[in-house]
């Protein structure tokens, strides 16, 4: 499927035209907005640091943050440039866009549940050499390990990423292990399986500064986020 959405060059607009609207309404804008950047399903590996430029560029006004997303099962390739030398090549040029703005944004790299521990290992190390704001911890994984659906039924939905519970306990692990190893000087935003205030207490008893909700949003609409918040501030 690759990314599935209408390009940069619309979503900058639109992110624009918000912009506009709710700064005459509120001096403070109601949210904080991150961009999701990633490379064109047709763009190949080797220039894929390109793609992330120029998404970069033209979101880079109207954004709070940006994961930089080189994890998704749905772009064909993609997870390859967790490699350290592919992504070294787009996380260097994104930091020298950065720095060259009048204002810097945070950068985060989210990565795949399904890493090598060689591949992590390189990633913390990565991001400490260069002080990368941050790591997503994780996308959604391609396994399919653990499932009580027959098979047969599995194969026929086909090769998408999965998420939700069947990676709760992988994203943990993730999260704890590069607090670990960079000795918490890596901030961390979880994601992975997180429903509940226990389920966001155990990422950030892992190591995690902060937690990401995703699948917990169909299977309990929007309010999960107060209701996960007043439990963990009782």
Same mark, same amino acid.
């Given at each position: 499927?690759?990314?599935?959405?209408?390009?940069?060059?619309?979503?900058?607009?639109?992110?624009?035209?918000?912009?506009?609207?709710?700064?005459?309404?509120?001096?403070?804008?109601?949210?904080?907005?991150?961009?999701?950047?990633?490379?064109?399903?047709?763009?190949?590996?080797?220039?894929?640091?390109?793609?992330?430029?120029?998404?970069?560029?033209?979101?880079?006004?109207?954004?709070?943050?940006?994961?930089?997303?080189?994890?998704?099962?749905?772009?064909?390739?993609?997870?390859?440039?967790?490699?350290?030398?592919?992504?070294?090549?787009?996380?260097?040029?994104?930091?020298?866009?950065?720095?060259?703005?009048?204002?810097?944004?945070?950068?985060?790299?989210?990565?795949?549940?399904?890493?090598?521990?060689?591949?992590?290992?390189?990633?913390?190390?990565?991001?400490?050499?260069?002080?990368?704001?941050?790591?997503?911890?994780?996308?959604?994984? /391609?396994?399919?390990? $653990?499932?009580? @659906?027959?098979?047969?039924?599995? !194969? =026929?939905?086909? +090769? #998408?990423?999965?998420?939700?519970?069947?990676?709760?306990?992988?994203?943990?692990?993730?999260?704890?292990?590069?607090?670990?190893?960079?000795?918490?000087?890596?901030?961390? /935003?979880?994601?992975? $399986?997180?429903? @509940?205030?226990?389920?966001?207490? !155990? =990422?950030?008893? +892992? #190591?995690?500064?902060?937690?990401?909700?995703?699948?917990?949003?169909?299977?309990?609409?929007?309010?999960?986020?107060?209701?996960?918040?007043?439990?963990?501030?009782?």
């Amino acid at each position: 499927m690759g990314f599935n959405n209408e390009g940069a060059d619309v979503i900058a607009e639109r992110l624009k035209n918000w912009r506009e609207k709710e700064g005459r309404q509120n001096k403070k804008l109601p949210m904080i907005i991150g961009g999701n950047i990633g490379k064109n399903k047709v763009t190949p590996n080797e220039e894929a640091w390109n793609d992330y430029a120029v998404c970069f560029n033209k979101l880079h006004p109207y954004v709070d943050y940006f994961a930089v997303n080189v994890s998704s099962p749905n772009t064909p390739g993609l997870r390859e440039l967790q490699e350290k030398d592919s992504l070294k090549k787009i996380l260097l040029n994104l930091a020298m866009m950065n720095n060259a703005k009048a204002v810097a944004k945070p950068v985060l790299l989210k990565i795949a549940p399904d890493i090598t521990p060689a591949q992590l290992d390189d990633v913390i190390e990565l991001a400490l050499e260069i002080k990368l704001d941050g790591i997503i911890a994780t996308n959604t994984t /391609i396994s399919r390990a $653990g499932l009580t @659906t027959p098979i047969e039924e599995v !194969e =026929k939905m086909g +090769a #998408g990423g999965l998420s939700g519970k069947p990676v709760t306990e992988r994203s943990t692990a993730i999260v704890k292990y590069i607090f670990e190893k960079a000795n918490g000087q890596i901030p961390i /935003i979880a994601s992975g $399986g997180i429903f @509940t205030a226990m389920d966001a207490r !155990e =990422k950030l008893k +892992a #190591g995690a500064s902060l937690v990401q909700v995703w699948t917990g949003f169909i299977y309990e609409g929007p309010a999960i986020v107060s209701k996960i918040c007043k439990k963990l501030n009782q």
